[in-house]
């Protein structure tokens, strides 16, 4: 994710150099060289193009307003499990007691908290396409590391590790049934979160809609300048470009919006909540060293990162 408010404009219109590159080549040819070949009786109705684009523009706010709620959920999901991990641990915290087991108990509520530390970056690895067990050995023992390399969805293999060790605790009686309830209940909570994200990853969206939208926007840019034929080069081409350029922009922004988890700085910011999640859940843990190193891993604001 960009976190900086100066977007770079090279960095803007480098999503659409190539068809800016034909667009300007297109118009500059058609404008200095239409009176050369006598075409002027090639001519189009300026309102032809401007009806052409009106529909062109309700297209893409559809296609925009659809990206955004794909975004969006992503991050209203993203949201719950950053909640629903703090809960998770704060009821570990406040269930999980034994006055004779205490010393076994920390080591067993650090452990399962360092577990879900991982989950989360681990869910956002794998969301987009990266290594899901990459730095693995910072968090979980390598008993559990040679468990997860058996499982093609190591998130969901983390949750099973959090089940068992809460059938541990249980058994051991260090809660009751009513608590493991509780407790199974977020972790539920943090299955279907993940459910969810899985879902906005694997729903494409639909490629004749953005078939259609390409064909009217070359359309378009196809006949502008045929409408514009009665002003000079200098005032055509510039606003020929100008306007294909707004209208590829606006695609190319849903189109980034609808895949929030594709490691694009458009993405949602996966990796920075991870580290937030990791920083609260490390203090609850009483790892303050820890959690004031996890400080300096976050980036600060001013710079881009893609996260």
């Not at 040819?29 to 052409?52: E, M, Q, S, Y």
């Not at 979980?140 to 190591?154: A, G």
């Amino acid at each position: 994710m960009l976190l900086k408010k100066g977007i770079p404009w090279p960095y803007v219109l480098g999503k659409i150099r190539i068809e800016m590159v034909i667009i300007t080549i297109y118009s500059t040819l058609f404008g200095l060289f239409h009176k050369d070949l006598n075409l002027h009786h090639i001519a189009i109705p300026l309102t032809v193009p401007a009806i052409l684009g009106t529909i062109i523009s309700l297209l893409l706010a559809f296609r925009s307003n659809q990206a955004y709620d794909r975004w969006w959920e992503a991050r209203i999901v993203w949201g719950s499990i950053v909640n629903d991990s703090r809960t998770l641990i704060r009821q570990m915290q406040c269930f999980v007691k034994d006055p004779d087991f205490s010393v076994q108990i920390n080591s067993f509520l650090e452990r399962f908290g360092r577990r879900q530390i991982f989950w989360t970056h681990s869910l956002g690895q794998s969301l987009r396409g990266q290594g899901a067990l990459k730095h693995a050995s910072a968090f979980i023992p390598e008993d559990e590391i040679q468990f997860l390399r058996k499982h093609t969805n190591v998130p969901n293999a983390i949750l099973s590790l959090h089940a068992r060790d809460l059938r541990h605790a249980l058994n051991q009686e260090w809660l009751n049934t009513y608590q493991q309830v509780e407790i199974n209940q977020t972790i539920t909570k943090l299955c279907d979160a993940m459910g969810k994200c899985e879902r906005i990853k694997k729903t494409v969206f639909p490629t004749t809609y953005s078939l259609y939208i390409h064909f009217a926007l070359y359309l378009f840019m196809t006949l502008l300048p045929f409408g514009m034929t009665e002003y000079p080069a200098f005032i055509q081409i510039p606003l020929v470009i100008t306007m294909a350029a707004a209208f590829l922009l606006i695609e190319k922004m849903a189109i980034h919006l609808q895949d929030p988890f594709e490691n694009k700085p458009t993405d949602t910011p996966v990796t920075a909540i991870a580290l937030t999640i990791g920083q609260d859940l490390r203090e609850m843990l009483d790892d303050y060293e820890a959690a004031e190193k996890q400080k300096e891993i976050v980036p600060q604001e001013g710079a881009y990162y893609l996260l």
